[in-house]
């Protein structure tokens, strides 16, 4: 079964940016897209949330048209976290969070205790409790950071995209953060898409990871396919080396020259 399937996806903001992309991701899988800056990771992700309709191509959300989906339909099970997020009212950090439980409500439905709950939940699990009653605007950007990925997770979802979700952090926070998305693929088999810059980061994670350049899909597979001196030349223009690291057992590269 898939939790995504894009077939052949054309989008442009003004020209054409995405050009004919195709790929499926199975459910429970972990799955990383790198590529260079403006490559076009941030508007798969976008796409795949319905923030923008497609010039063309289909996608699918566990075998639904995304187009069928209303607004709290896929909120139910698509949760995004955006590469930036702009938030300038003065909403406390737990006020953000509980915004994950509104797709399980009704108009004017008021959030109760199991809300609270869940939300509590997330805010332990990202290590924020302690900053709940803090406004968003008062708040540092890494914390902020791991605040969205609590709403994602008091949301519920089945799939969680985040779109360069470590950017902000330091390196045990940036650890942090990924072993909590590990432990939720793993333990209730959430898909979970990323978009990173850090290869050895992605190699250690993912399940599977997709290059894109330019708009299109250059390689994807497991990680031991795809990172390799050929793509990363082709991708990055960068000479790198590639070893195992002997603590990790994932690759890691280092760039020796451009
Ligand atoms: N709102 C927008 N309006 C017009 N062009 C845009 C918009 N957002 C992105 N673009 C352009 O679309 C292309 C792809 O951008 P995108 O944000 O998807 O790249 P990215 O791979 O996420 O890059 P980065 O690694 O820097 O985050 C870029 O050329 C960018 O300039
Ligand atoms: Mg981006």
Do not use: C
């Not at 795949?48 to 099970?77: M, T, V």
């Not at 004017?108 to 290590?127: G, Q, W």
């Not at 940036?174 to 290869?199: F, G, P, S, V, Y």
Request: aromatic share 6%.
């Amino acid at each position: 079964m898939f939790a995504i399937e894009v077939e052949n996806l054309q989008f442009g903001y003004k020209e054409k940016i995405i050009d004919d992309i195709s790929f499926k991701i199975e459910e429970g899988k972990f799955v990383s897209l790198i590529g260079p800056n403006g490559s076009g990771k941030s508007t798969i992700i976008k796409l795949l949330s319905h923030l923008y309709p497609p010039w063309k191509g289909k996608i699918l959300i566990g075998n639904e048209d995304i187009n069928s989906l209303s607004k709290k339909e896929l909120a139910r099970k698509v949760s995004l976290v955006p590469q930036n997020t702009l938030i300038d009212y003065d909403f406390t950090v737990e006020d953000i969070v509980l915004m994950g439980r509104y797709p399980y409500k009704k108009k004017f439905e008021k959030y109760d205790e199991k809300d609270y709950e869940i939300v509590h939940e997330a805010l332990k699990a990202t290590n924020t409790l302690h900053l709940k009653d803090k406004y968003i605007t008062e708040i540092s950007g890494g914390e902020r950071q791991r605040v969205i990925i609590a709403k994602a997770l008091a949301q519920e979802t089945p799939i969680i995209l985040l779109d360069e979700p470590t950017s902000h952090l330091d390196i045990n926070h940036q650890m942090e953060i990924l072993n909590l998305l590990r432990r939720l693929n793993k333990e209730k088999k959430t898909t979970i898409i990323i978009a990173i810059h850090d290869i050895n980061l992605a190699s250690r994670y993912s399940d599977e990871i997709i290059i894109i350049g330019s708009g299109k899909i250059i390689d994807n597979g497991i990680p031991e396919k795809v990172i390799t001196k050929e793509n990363m030349e082709k991708v990055y223009g960068i000479n790198v080396a590639i070893e195992i690291n002997k603590h990790t057992k994932s690759l890691s590269i280092t760039p020796i020259s451009n």
